[in-house]
């Protein structure tokens, strides 16, 4: 069974802080991703990578970061949380571009900032 | 910049009636994808759409894409009340790169 495991379901940070998002994959998956959901907005991507040591801005980059130094895990960093970035963080893996290829989500982390 | 947008946002419809969430997107894709989620819960993939005219169907849920009209269809035969969440659609800008709409709520009253 495939698996996207976020390190955690819920966190509470205050303002100014360092948040580190885990995600990990069992898959073996090349592309890995995150997004953001927010109510009325759907979900936003913030950045991907398609390899190790590789990302790519997504559609609202800016306050994020991201690491990925093993094909399994896709971090994001938030370099210093403000409360505009509650919310709910997905990530995503897929395997390279085949036919009929499709994205498999963690079961997400509800972050709050106060 | 592509553009997703789904209708309607919210529905809320009887056990046993039909009802289609359409899903428009500004340009041009020939892959689109339909997710569930239910409340706290993460994406749970229900359709792959591949191609013009593609449609897929999985028990009271038909999906359909028409990529000349840039429009997806989710259609729902006779609801029952398991089916209320919510569902996106999402469009394949590149290697799985997705554009979501922003959900459409669906309740399914007895």
């Known amino acids: 069974d495939v698996k996207v495991t976020q390190s955690s379901r819920y966190l509470v940070k205050r303002t100014g802080e360092k948040v580190f998002l885990e995600c990990v994959q069992d898959?073996?998956?090349?592309?890995m991703f995150w997004y953001r959901q927010d109510p009325g907005l759907g979900l936003r991507l913030i950045y991907f990578s398609y390899d190790v040591k590789m990302k790519e801005k997504g559609d609202i980059p800016e306050g994020y970061s991201v690491s990925r130094e093993k094909k399994e895990r896709f971090s994001l960093i938030l370099e210093s949380a403000s409360t505009n970035q509650t919310s709910m963080y997905l990530c995503a893996s897929s395997p390279i571009e085949t036919l009929n290829t499709e994205a498999f989500f963690g079961q997400g982390t509800r972050l709050t900032v106060v | 910049e592509l553009k997703v947008e789904q209708n309607p946002l919210f529905l809320s419809m009887q056990e046993g009636k039909n009802y289609t969430i359409y899903c428009n997107y500004s340009t041009t894709s020939d892959r689109l994808y339909w997710y569930r989620q239910d409340p706290g819960k993460s994406l749970e993939s229900l359709f792959v759409l591949l191609s013009n005219g593609a449609v897929k169907q999985e028990g009271r849920l038909m999906a359909s894409l028409d990529t000349k009209a840039r429009l997806s269809t989710l259609h729902i035969t006779a609801a029952v009340h398991d089916l209320s969440a919510t569902y996106f659609c999402a469009v394949d800008i590149w290697s799985q790169k997705l554009v979501f709409g922003q959900g459409t709520r669906l309740t399914i009253n007895p």
């Open positions: 898959m073996d998956h090349e592309n």
